[in-house]
C-alpha cells in the first residue's frame, strides 16, 4: 500500500481558489483519484489520473478542477478554480495497488485501497 497524506484545504467565498496536494511515499504503477464526502451526501468521486496520465472528472467538476502531477516528488495536485458552496466536503486522496496499471480510471471504489486522512474545504457563499 501507498502511504498517502493530503493538504491544502481551507475556506473560501465563492468563486474562490484552493490547490490540495496528494503526497505518496511511492506511486509506481498506480491511479489515484480524488474523493469528496459532503454533508449529507454520500463520498463521490471528483478527479482521477490514471497510470499513464489520463485524466477525468465528475460531471460537476469538469472544466473547473484541473488534477496533476509532480512525478519527481511523488506528489499530485488538485486546483480548483471558481469553487462553489457545493464543493464543500472533507476531500481524500487515494491510490489502487502501485503494481498494476490502469488504462482509464477504475469505476469502481473498491480498487483504491490506499487512502489518506483527508483535508477539509469548506466554500461559504
Known amino acids: 500500500q501507498v502511504q498517502l497524506v493530503e493538504s491544502g484545504g481551507g475556506s473560501v467565498r465563492t468563486g474562490g481558489t484552493l490547490r490540495l496536494s496528494c503526497a505518496g511515499t511511492t506511486f509506481s504503477r498506480a491511479a489515484v483519484g480524488w474523493f469528496r464526502r459532503s454533508p449529507g451526501k454520500a463520498r463521490e468521486g471528483v478527479a482521477c489520473?490514471?497510470?499513464?496520465?489520463?485524466?477525468d472528472y465528475s460531471v460537476s467538476t469538469r472544466g473547473r478542477f484541473t488534477f496533476s502531477k509532480e512525478n519527481a516528488n511523488n506528489i499530485f495536485y488538485l486546483q480548483m478554480n471558481s469553487l462553489k458552496p457545493e464543493d464543500t466536503g472533507m476531500y481524500y486522496c487515494a491510490a489502487t495497488s502501485p503494481s498494476k496499471s490502469w488504462a482509464g480510471c477504475p469505476a469502481e471504489d473498491k480498487h483504491y485501497i490506499s487512502w489518506g486522512q483527508g483535508t477539509q474545504v469548506t466554500v461559504s457563499s
Open positions: 489520473i490514471d497510470s499513464f496520465g489520463g485524466t
